[in-house]
Each structure stands twice: as C-alpha cells, then as structure tokens.
C-alpha cells in the first residue's frame, strides 16, 4: 500500500539478496532512509524480548530522528514493557485506523519530509 501511495520502501525481507549479510543489508537499508516505520506485531515484542536481530534493527532505529511505531494486533502498553522509548513515541494503531488510513498518513509523512529536504 505504501508504494502504491507512491513511497520508496526498503525492506529486508524482499531487498535482501539470498546469501548477503543480513546485519550489513539492514545497516546500509537504515543508513538510506529518512523515515524508519516499526511493525510492531506479538512476534516482533517477542523478538525484542529474546534480543534477537530485531533488537539489534531497534536500536538502530531509535537513534533516528523520525521514528514511527504501528501496533497490529498489539498494544502500545504491550510495547511499552520491551521498549519504553519506542512504546512512548507518536505512532499509528491498526485497531483504530485501517491499513489503508495508515498507508495514506505515512504516505503523507513522507512526502512531508522529501518537501524537507
């Protein structure tokens, strides 16, 4: 939905070529964007709890300045208990807004910050 809004999404489970460094291809991935977008779902709090690669990606991504995080079939206190810093930036919440009113509001944030820079 976000590139048929017309944004350029990075995504390592479709960018990254079998065989690549993982941690090299989401590093650079990062380096390269200006906006980074958090899908927070049970597995990924799971994930963070268990301090696998996606503790290693958040903490990446909590160093940047435009940092969204989207509940999916979570909560935002959820997040809060394994990130306290991501759970207590503004974000989005599937169980409130549709896919597609997300899609368009980060389709709109982006092209915000491209008129930006």
Not at 4 to 30: A, H, Q
Not at 62 to 67: K, W
Request: net charge negative; aromatic share 4%; charged share 30%.
């Amino acid at each position: 939905m976000l590139e048929e809004n017309g944004v350029s999404v990075w995504f390592s489970e479709k960018d990254v070529l079998l065989g690549s460094s993982l941690l090299r291809e989401i590093d650079k991935g990062l380096a390269n964007s200006r906006v980074g977008l958090v899908l927070v779902t049970p597995s990924f709090i799971e994930r963070v709890r268990n301090e696998g690669i996606a503790e290693k990606e958040l903490s990446a991504l909590l160093a940047r300045d435009l940092l969204v995080p989207i509940v999916h079939n979570t909560t935002f206190d959820k997040l809060r208990e394994v990130s306290p810093l991501l759970g207590s930036r503004s974000g989005l919440d599937t169980n409130e807004e549709s896919m597609l009113k997300v899609a368009l509001k980060l389709a709109e944030l982006v092209e915000v910050e491209e008129e930006a820079v």
